[in-house]
């Protein structure tokens, strides 16, 4: 047994509430994400050959999977803007937030535990990898802290390698830069805890394209796009780059579709007249903006 895996074990053993079917279900994931993810969005070559049973025996071990609000409790990603991102990739310190239920909005999975939060590595995204023609570059699944980053480098060792927190954070600028929107992933089979940042895109991302299908598994960065009439020029540069659809332009002017309006920012950055930017918005739950959190504690 590999040392990841060990240590995968004794910290499973130590979450409260966490089964042994759980478990497995986590050391499939991280053993064989590709096959794992590729079955559940139906692109994986041996769909057609596993992809029924194991839906099926999934099904008779976690009752819940069938039902689209039921993945979205146990998988889930939470919109951060550049900023936020680069702080959870950033901590200097361990860190244990709890039931973070107005920031993470579901049942499970919503805690930031982050053991040796400067362990980080660099991933081959799983919904990128198993696409024809996939956006490029593919290592833009950021693993935070351990037991993940270790297991995912030691179970991939050539479709992962150990970064610096500096080249995480050029990543995360890169993929702002190309229109991509970050993501941190929290998962119930990876001991229902955040464990990953992904920058993201519409084209390629399953947790996106599943949200666009109606199940909810995105949730909003709380924030929502405002526009300046007096400087906007209806270029529709925004709406090009908006990964939601949130936006486009009438009578000269974007429109905001605040519905749909996710918050990532990336829209505001691509402005050159600087006519768009972020409010609050209540309504949209709370940020994900670690460093404010460590501080309330």
Not at 55 to 66: C, K, N, V
Not at 206 to 223: K, L
């Amino acid at each position: 047994m590999r040392p990841s895996t060990r240590l995968f074990i004794r910290e499973a053993c130590r979450t409260p509430g966490y089964s042994f079917l759980e478990w497995l279900h986590g050391y499939f994931y991280g053993r064989w994400p590709y096959l794992y993810i590729g079955i559940g969005m139906k692109s994986h070559a041996l769909n057609r050959i596993f992809g029924p049973p194991l839906r099926w025996l999934a099904y008779i071990l976690f009752p819940g999977l069938g039902n689209k609000k039921s993945i979205a409790e146990g998988y889930h990603g939470k919109v951060v803007s550049l900023e936020a991102a680069t702080q959870l990739i950033t901590v200097n310190e361990e860190v244990r937030l709890t039931d973070l239920e107005k920031i993470i909005p579901y049942a499970r999975a919503r805690d930031i535990i982050l053991q040796n939060p400067d362990h980080l590595a660099a991933f081959d995204c799983p919904c990128r990898m198993i696409r024809p023609n996939p956006c490029l570059p593919l290592d833009v699944c950021l693993i935070v802290g351990e037991p993940f980053a270790s297991f995912i480098v030691e179970h991939h060792p050539h479709r992962s390698r150990w970064i610096t927190a500096g080249e995480g954070i050029k990543r995360l600028q890169e993929e702002h830069e190309r229109g991509h929107v970050h993501h941190a992933f929290f998962k119930d089979a990876m001991l229902d805890r955040f464990y990953a940042i992904c920058s993201c895109c519409k084209c390629c991302c399953g947790a996106m394209n599943a949200y666009r299908d109606g199940t909810p598994m995105i949730a909003s960065s709380g924030y929502v796009c405002n526009v300046n009439a007096d400087r906007c020029v209806g270029c529709e540069n925004c709406v090009n780059f908006c990964q939601f659809g949130a936006l486009s332009v009438t009578d000269g002017i974007a429109v905001v579709n605040t519905a749909a309006c996710m918050g990532c920012g990336v829209c505001t950055s691509k402005c050159q007249q600087e006519a768009l930017f972020l409010l609050r918005d209540p309504s949209k739950g709370m940020p994900l903006e670690i460093q404010k959190l460590i501080a309330r504690v």
